[in-house]
């Protein structure tokens, strides 16, 4: 930055980044490259919370195993791991030997445990209010599209969600990962869809069955609208839409 601190040129890194460059400046740099991996070399320092014994500030070198990483925090009957804050990675149990590195799982720091007492459900519907609250608003995906994924969530969580706001979810999330301005927005919908393809069951328990048939034909409805505007091609036919 040119201008910052005291209107004077200034330098903006985080601590993590100061702490290795004084080991590298200390032990060199093929010292800090043989630890780690040869994709990922050094240590990371992770904030681990949530459902442990020892929550706190933890260092490792890449290429740790997430199940080590619970083992050193007291971590008990773990069914989930979300790496890298909200817009990370949720990982199941069945995913526990997988490691911390660029090349497998990516991690700003952020490490935050959920035990089988958590409903997974609801914490991606914690997360998609998080998002829709930070969202600054300047682009229409990211301001429309984390509100709508709040409405379909608080939706199903009050008992009236189908397993179309499901595919309406899904469509949201590649709208959403695509067209966005900034990363927020492009990642909001990451804990939904990691937690509905890993935890589909506790969506599914707010699903509600239909107990009829629609026999309302909206596009023959609509039979007369085309008439007044002298269009029949297919994208005026609601079943030939894409």
């Not at 004077?8 to 460059?21: G, L, Y």
């Not at 930070?134 to 709040?150: A, D, K, N």
Request: proline letters at 5%.
């Amino acid at each position: 930055m040119e201008r910052g601190y005291l209107d004077q040129p200034t330098t903006v890194n985080n601590v993590e980044t100061f702490c290795a460059v004084t080991h590298i400046a200390l032990q060199g740099a093929p010292w800090w490259s043989s630890i780690g991996t040869a994709q990922s070399t050094g240590t990371k320092i992770h904030s681990i919370s949530g459902d442990c014994e020892r929550p706190g500030i933890y260092e490792y070198p890449f290429g740790t195993r997430i199940g080590r990483i619970l083992e050193d925090c007291g971590a008990r009957n773990t069914q989930a791991v979300q790496v890298g804050g909200p817009s990370g990675v949720c990982l199941s149990a069945s995913e526990f030997n997988r490691r911390v590195g660029f090349e497998d799982v990516p991690t700003a720091g952020a490490f935050m445990i959920f035990d089988r007492s958590r409903n997974m459900f609801e914490v991606a519907r914690n997360f998609a209010h998080f998002f829709a609250h930070e969202s600054c608003g300047f682009c229409t995906p990211c301001r429309v599209g984390t509100e709508l994924v709040v409405r379909r969530l608080d939706k199903l969580q009050r008992g009236h969600g189908s397993s179309q706001d499901l595919d309406e979810l899904y469509e949201l999330d590649k709208l959403m990962h695509g067209a966005t301005h900034c990363g927020l927005g492009a990642a909001a919908c990451n804990p939904l869809r990691d937690t509905i393809a890993k935890f589909r069951p506790a969506y599914e328990q707010h699903l509600q069955s239909l107990h009829f048939v629609p026999g309302f034909d909206l596009d023959a409805e609509l039979s007369q609208a085309r008439l007044a505007t002298a269009r029949d091609d297919a994208l005026a036919h609601l079943e030939t839409l894409p």
